[in-house]
């Protein structure tokens, strides 16, 4: 049974922690460590394929399709009817991370991350001097930030060929995403911090401290405001005009007594879902001393990934037990 | 939440047995759930699902501190065997021989999701009974394995005299008078042994006392690791001794590989007990004093020239007038 009376959904349990959930459409995945791929759509019954041997690590939507990395070393591509393409296997190595723009798309293992494009059967691989932490391609698909130890590397596509440029920050950088305007790029890292990049004069800032690591982070709200979790309140950084968050603080949002450890933006509102460690999670505007509304009380496990459909019709929850809520919104 | 999974790190260098005790330890039947983290450029190949390759690297946090580096590829690779369906009962992480522990060990104390999800069970080094004493002449990393080793497998002891043996065993306990030896042939000692320590639980600190207080002061030249132990029998005051510890770590945390202690801290009813890696430490009030018995404060530190930090002097400057 959901733990709130104002929910009123379906629980699943896996037989592992939930890593991922993307939304395709008025479709939701979520993988989780027990190589199992499940879907969730309104007014049907879940559907689980198995997929991997072990971990799922990663996952991105590629148009209809979905991209996983898993701990077996295999770079697969899954339909929505679960038919499973084998793209690349490095054996012993994990896949660390994937990453599509819906035309290009990329995975890495170890300390290269390989480029497909679409005229072209095998990928291009792009080498760096650590393990890849994050990739992540701009919205115009000519560009792949690689995250990695000492920064992040920029690589360029003209025509067939990439070229690289390296924004130097010392430290190790994790996650990475470009703007939605593709004019900014942001990390996170292995100190409880964020760093971003202006990529027209390569000006940089960091965005910090943060009494923890940050785990997720998601482009929300009309500003667009990247979200992270991080802190005991949902951190909305905006990256309005040409000068982004420089030189402005964030708007906190969704406060509380535990630290946040998922975020999600949710379509249309200017909204933003924040899920805490103790499994609580809420929904609130991304505006000051906005009331958060409760959608799930806590539950003790720690959410590990939120998802909502296109249109806002239904939420997804998984938590670090394998628990996963699919509910309507009222 | 769950319990955290324990994970040993093994050191030592090339040819002293690792990938021996490893093969052992994979294909032993022992009914309990490991992983074993290897380096993909280690001595020989050892191949088993149990096994993830790792290239190690060592990365320094931007946090201003200069020797606070941790393992970013076991930050990786525990991160994601937490996600596993099978819930480990112990983790192994094997390291290169000429590697640092360190970054190993700090990696523990600076990432709270490795941290909160596992715990460093305990610092296991092989060493070759046969060439450890040149090993310790000509590499500087060989006596830091020793210095950071909760436990020491004097490996291959049928090929050494029993008087070299003893020689080179009391080498070892110069260095680190504080870890456990066992002899071994071809690593062949119960995995128990070596694996399941709890050995920088907080807890069980307060277990090794009968040991403490033994150690010498001999030095042979200033490169050379040694170790050196304070006691107090009057009470300690707490904030003159967080004062000169912090300063202490913070200036000469390089030099100083490990510290411990159970301390007596005027007004605490319990035993302060802590742990220390180079700069970063782990302390909390645990376990009462005997009742009636006498409240004797101890540390312990081991490291490089660590008779230039005036320990004693700073030691007694803490307790109470």
Redesign the interface.
């Known amino acids: 049974m959901p733990t709130d009376p104002k929910v009123n959904g379906v629980q699943q349990r896996t037989?592992?922690?939930v890593?991922n959930a993307s939304t395709v459409g008025e479709v939701i995945v979520v993988t989780?460590?027990?190589?199992s791929l499940r879907l969730f759509q309104p007014d049907r019954d879940p559907l689980v394929f198995n997929t991997h041997e072990?971990?799922i690590?990663s996952m991105a939507r590629e148009s209809r399709y979905l991209l996983t990395g898993g701990?077996d070393g295999r770079f697969l591509r899954v339909s929505l009817k679960g038919e499973v393409e084998e793209i690349a296997s490095f054996g012993?190595?994990?896949v660390?991370c994937v990453a599509s723009d819906g035309e290009h798309f990329a995975c890495s293992s170890?300390?290269v991350a390989y480029v497909w494009s679409p005229d072209r059967s095998q990928p291009v691989p792009l080498e760096h001097q650590?393990?890849v932490?994050g990739l992540a391609f701009n919205a115009r698909g000519n560009q792949l930030a690689v995250a990695h130890?000492g920064g992040v590397t920029i690589w360029t596509r003209r025509g067939i060929k990439w070229t690289k440029s390296v924004l130097a920050?010392?430290?190790?950088h994790a996650s990475v995403t470009f703007s939605p305007n593709g004019k900014f790029v942001v990390s996170t890292?292995?100190?409880n911090a964020l760093h971003g990049w202006r990529l027209s004069d390569n000006a940089d800032f960091s965005m910090s401290p943060y009494p923890?690591?940050i785990?997720s982070i998601a482009w929300a709200g009309n500003a667009p405001y990247l979200v992270t979790s991080g802190a005991s309140e949902a951190v909305c950084w905006p990256f309005k005009g040409k000068d982004g968050p420089m030189g402005k603080g964030p708007i906190c949002v969704a406060g509380r007594k535990q630290i946040v450890s998922c975020v999600q933006g949710f379509p249309d509102v200017n909204g933003v879902l924040a899920g805490f460690h103790d499994g609580t999670v809420v929904l609130s505007q991304i505006k000051p001393e906005s009331d958060a509304v409760v959608l799930r009380n806590a539950t003790?496990?720690e959410v590990t990934a939120i998802a909502v459909t296109e249109t806002g019709s239904h939420i997804l929850i998984g938590d670090a037990e394998g628990e996963i809520l699919w509910f309507k919104m009222q | 939440?769950n319990a955290q999974v324990p994970v040993t790190v093994l050191t030592g260098f090339l040819g002293a047995g690792k990938t021996t005790l490893l093969n052992r330890i994979l294909t032993e039947q022992h009914g309990r759930r490991f992983a074993v983290i290897v380096n993909e450029f280690g001595e020989e190949g050892i191949d088993n699902d149990l096994?993830?390759?790792v290239?190690e690297?060592v990365?320094?946090?931007?946090?201003g501190c200069i020797c606070c580096t941790?393992r970013?590829?076991l930050?990786?690779?525990l991160s994601?065997?937490?996600?596993?369906?099978d819930k480990l009962d112990a983790i192994i992480v094997e390291t290169t021989g000429l590697a640092d522990p360190a970054p190993v060990a700090q990696t523990f104390f600076v990432?709270?999701?490795v941290a909160d999800r596992t715990a460093l069970d305990a610092i296991v080094t092989m060493a070759d009974a046969v060439h450890l004493e040149l090993q310790l002449d000509d590499h500087h990393e060989a006596e830091e394995q020793i210095a950071f080793a909760d436990v020491i497998l004097l490996n291959k002891t049928d090929l050494v005299d029993p008087a070299i043996l003893d020689r080179v065993e009391a080498r070892i306990k110069k260095i680190n008078p504080y870890a456990k030896i066992r002899r071994t042939t071809r690593c062949d000692l119960p995995l128990d042994e070596i694996l399941g320590l709890d050995a920088f639980s907080l807890d069980r600190i307060t277990e090794f006392e009968p040991d403490f207080l033994e150690s010498d002061h001999d030095h042979e030249h200033d490169d050379d690791i040694s170790s050196i132990s304070l006691a107090s029998e009057t009470a300690l005051d707490y904030d003159k001794f967080e004062r000169w510890f912090s300063t202490l770590l913070r200036t000469q945390g390089q030099n100083i590989l490990r510290s411990k202690g159970i301390l007596d801290f005027q007004g605490m009813d319990k035993r302060y007990v802590f742990q220390g890696v180079h700069m970063l430490m782990d302390g909390a009030p645990m376990g009462d004093w005997p009742e009636g018995g006498q409240r004797t404060s101890k540390i312990v530190f081991i490291g490089r020239d660590l008779e230039s930090m005036r320990l004693q002097e700073g030691f007694d400057a803490c307790k109470v007038a």
């Open positions: 037989g592992a922690p890593v989780s460590g027990d190589g072990g971990v690590l701990e012993s190595k994990w660390d170890g300390r650590s393990t932490g130890y920050y010392k430290g190790f890292m292995q100190e923890a690591k785990k003790g496990v | 939440m096994v993830v390759d290239d690297e990365f320094e946090m931007n946090n941790v970013g590829d930050i990786r690779i994601g065997l937490m996600k596993r369906a990432d709270q999701e």
